[in-house]
């Protein structure tokens, strides 16, 4: 008989409400690493620059962050559209750049975030 097991992972939850906004963009799959299935994904909740990647401190300096990509992107096969959040409560904690550096938002991220999307409330 044969048998596979599988793990599955999912993003936390990072709303902090039911209301929200969101807007489609492209997702760019340049700088994404490829897990050991050969897969790309962008995970929801990370934050997004104007460019379609996601943002970095070195990189929000140069460009403008433009929301919180909603849910995760395979973006295996090149750039894909994805839903962009524009508006709404999140938890900080729980985004993918906070979870990458310990729970806390990089400040420079948060400055560019709460600047260019003033609706986004962070709590």
């Given at each position: 008989?044969?048998?596979k ?27 994404v ?10 995970l ?16 929000v ?5 433009i929301?919180?990509?909603?849910s995760?992107?395979?973006v ?26 310990s ?7 948060k400055t ?9 409330t962070?709590?």
């Amino acid at each position: 008989m044969y048998f596979k097991q599988t793990e599955y992972e999912s993003s936390p939850e990072f709303l902090a409400s039911q209301h929200y906004i969101n807007f489609t963009t492209t997702i760019s799959d340049v700088g994404v690493r490829a897990d050991e299935n050969g897969r790309k994904y962008v995970l929801a909740g990370t934050v997004i620059g104007a460019d379609g990647k996601a943002a970095t401190t070195s990189t929000v300096s140069s460009q403008a962050v433009i929301g919180i990509l909603f849910s995760t992107v395979d973006v295996t096969h090149g750039p894909q559209p994805g839903a962009l959040m524009a508006e709404g409560y999140v938890i900080e904690a729980r985004l993918k750049q906070a979870i990458d550096n310990s729970g806390t938002l990089q400040e420079e991220i948060k400055t560019s975030l709460t600047t260019k999307c003033p609706k986004i409330t962070l709590r």
